[in-house]
């Protein structure tokens, strides 16, 4: 899907006289998208199904659309890219189910309430985190610690480097927001990863308030979470977690169906795939399809332009 951004104005869908100023918590829909999702219905069908052309047709399209984002994103062979829910909250879920952060409220609380903080892996987030990029880390198996600003009010990175000297016998997650979703300000995420990985740290990135705009390497980061809806032409688009693939299981996070490849009253044997083992059930096939085109219309248009 080719666009410039002369032709922004007449694709966008809007009522006439409202003033949408808001991009930050999500973009607005366009007709070109609309139009090719239109082009999909009449041949949809489940993507676990192998009886019929149609399953066999929406399939294709859906791997295509995973391909286009991957390609987008400049991901290498050791990343996979699973689609999570409807935003990067949900990316960020997935990625602690991942490394084993994430656990239910319910059963912390029953089994969990005496261990000791010292020998759980250690997060720090940043100073300017979207909620789910902090609140989260606070609740799960993990100690979570936030980096403070500094006297220019930018990411403290002494407070930064003592933090990881201090717990680098330590398992290190960092999380940190590549943009502030409030004031916008980037983060320095090339000195944040060389500093992390000095202590041999995960890297991972919230880049939903910063990849509508620009493009980041991957070789900076471990994961990286994204909301698509935040893509102009992504309304209705499936978060997004890219993640290396080394950090994914060979049992999924959740079982069930498309995660497997035999099954009897007594065993299963799960797929090797780490993009079909973390996308159990049906997928959002229609989401990560309007994901792609939302990336296809940034590239089209070109990120000096944007």
């Known amino acids: ?18 003033l949408h100023f808001d991009f930050t918590a999500s973009a607005l829909a366009l ?13 949809y069908a489940n993507t676990h199904s192998d009886s019929s052309l149609n399953s066999f047709k929406t399939q294709q399209t ?32 997935k990625f602690q189910e991942l490394i084993g952060i994430y656990i239910p409220p319910l059963v912390k609380e029953r089994y969990f309430t005496q261990i000791d903080k010292n020998t759980l892996p250690l997060v720090i987030v940043g100073p300017y985190e979207h909620h789910s990029n902090e609140l989260s880390f606070r609740e799960g198996l993990c100690e ?35 943009a502030s979703n409030v004031t916008g300000i980037l983060s320095d995420y090339k000195r944040i990863s060389e500093m992390v990985r000095k202590f041999k740290g995960i890297v991972a990135f919230d880049a939903s308030s910063f990849i509508p705009y620009k493009n980041i390497s991957c070789q900076y980061y471990d994961a990286l979470f994204i ?33 497997v490849g035999y099954v009897s009253r007594t065993s299963q044997c799960y797929l090797c795939n780490e993009e079909a083992l973390e996308e159990g059930g049906t997928p959002g096939i229609l989401q990560l399809i309007r994901a792609s085109l939302a990336f296809k219309i940034k590239d089209s248009i070109g990120v000096k332009n944007i």
């Open 1 to 18: 899907m080719y666009l410039q951004i002369s032709d922004l104005k007449k694709e966008l869908i809007l009522k006439k006289g409202i």
């Open 31 to 43: 007709k070109c998208v609309e139009k090719e999702i239109l082009k999909i219905l009449p041949t």
């Open 62 to 93: 859906y791997e295509q659309a995973r391909k286009d984002i991957k390609k987008s994103l400049s991901l290498d062979e050791n990343f996979a890219l699973i689609a999570c829910g409807t935003g990067s909250s949900s990316a960020i879920k």
């Open 144 to 178: 979570c610690i936030r980096i403070p600003l500094d006297k220019n009010g930018e990411i403290d990175f002494d407070f930064l480097e003592k933090t990881l000297q201090k717990n680098k016998k330590r398992k290190i997650i960092a999380s940190f927001s590549l």
């Open 227 to 259: 909301s698509s809806h935040k893509l102009i032409g992504g309304i209705g688009g499936s978060g997004l977690l890219a993640i290396k693939k080394d950090l994914c299981g060979n049992k999924p996070s959740f079982a069930a169906g498309g995660t």
